[in-house]
């Protein structure tokens, strides 16, 4: 599935909406979800993984790509109170 800038760009009334933002908050469930930021021009990127799977075996690489690291199949509590203290 293509999740970057350049599907965004197809519905034009989204684009343009957020062209002009710098800050990008990524939420992925999979390593590869880290390209979703390909093609944005940020000032600020935090990128948040959940990690619902192998957690013993995928921990480290989780860490190694996201900057938070959410385990289990949780709600968005987290993210929410994390977007709030950043706010």
């Known amino acids: 599935m293509n999740k970057d800038e350049v599907i965004l760009r197809k519905i034009p009334e989204v684009y343009s909406a957020i062209r002009n933002r710098r800050n990008v908050l990524l ?9 979703m930021v390909k093609g944005f021009k940020y000032e600020t990127l935090l990128k948040i993984g959940f990690l619902n799977f192998d957690y013993d075996k995928l921990r480290e690489e989780y860490k190694r790509n996201f900057d938070v690291v959410l385990e289990g199949d949780g709600d968005f509590n987290e993210v929410n109170n994390l977007v709030r203290d950043l706010g």
């Open 27 to 35: 939420l992925g469930d999979s390593i590869e979800d880290v390209g």
